[in-house]
């Protein structure tokens, strides 16, 4: 049986993973490559970040992508740079409408801001980056603002912030290519106070294409 989710990459199948709900992920991806991530069962949040492979140092950036590209929203064609300057990858293809840049990434702290004390002890998407990056030698003060896959975060006509319903659904994707070797760095969004994950964290797959 042919496998849909693969249908369009542009060549071969490297890497095939489901990240759990929940669970961090990361993983290499070279210059040239491009990595499909699959919105299993719809409504599920990917918060992401990137460093350059060959100095860390350079990593994503939302205010000079958001900068270049004058538009807070990511589309297919939006070009993600580095605090450099430099594309780190590119926007491929995705069948969702747009993803968000300025979300940000759940935290215990934050949770305990919004929700209540009582969600202190909750996992969430800082504590996953932590522990994806520390397998890379890279803490705290490597973190820096992310990317929301599938997301919908809009803005209010006074400037507010909303966490709404997502407008992924089933089998729903982004294709990212990279354009530098990278460590691509995920959260697969374990929050469950706002509607960004539906109050249901799901798995999500990762595929890397020559």
């Known amino acids: 049986m042919t496998d849909q989710a693969l249908a369009g990459l542009p060549g071969p199948v490297?890497?095939?993973e489901i990240v759990p709900a929940l669970a961090p992920w990361d993983h290499v991806v070279r210059k040239g490559e491009v990595l499909r991530i699959i919105d299993l069962e719809g409504?599920?949040?990917?918060?992401?970040l990137m460093y350059a492979l060959a100095d860390d140092a350079e990593r994503y950036?939302?205010?000079d992508t958001i900068a270049a590209q004058g538009n807070i929203f990511l589309r297919t064609g939006s070009v993600l740079l580095s605090n450099e300057g430099n594309p780190?990858?590119?926007?491929?293809?995705t069948?969702?409408?747009?993803?968000?840049?300025?979300?940000g990434a759940c935290s215990c702290e934050s949770n305990t801001l919004r929700y209540g004390h009582h969600t202190k002890g909750q996992h969430a998407c800082v504590e996953n980056f932590l522990q994806a990056n520390a397998r890379h030698g890279r803490g705290k003060r490597d973190m820096v603002s992310n990317i929301n896959w599938f997301m919908n975060v809009p803005v209010e006509s006074d400037g507010a912030l909303g966490i709404v319903d997502?407008?992924?659904?089933?089998?729903?994707y982004v294709d990212i290519r990279a354009e530098m070797d990278l460590v691509a760095v995920v959260s697969n969004c374990?929050?469950?106070n706002n509607p960004c994950n539906g109050f249901n964290p799901t798995p999500v797959r990762m595929i890397i294409a020559a």
Not at 95 to 103: F, L, M, Q
Not at 166 to 172: E, F, K, Q, W, Y
């Open 95 to 103: 069948s969702v409408a747009y993803h968000d840049t300025i979300g």
């Open 14 to 16: 490297l890497h095939d």
């Open 61 to 63: 950036s939302a205010q």
């Open 166 to 172: 997502g407008i992924s659904a089933p089998g729903l």
């Open 190 to 192: 374990p929050q469950i």
């Open 88 to 93: 780190m990858a590119t926007v491929l293809g």
């Open 43 to 48: 409504n599920q949040a990917v918060d992401f």
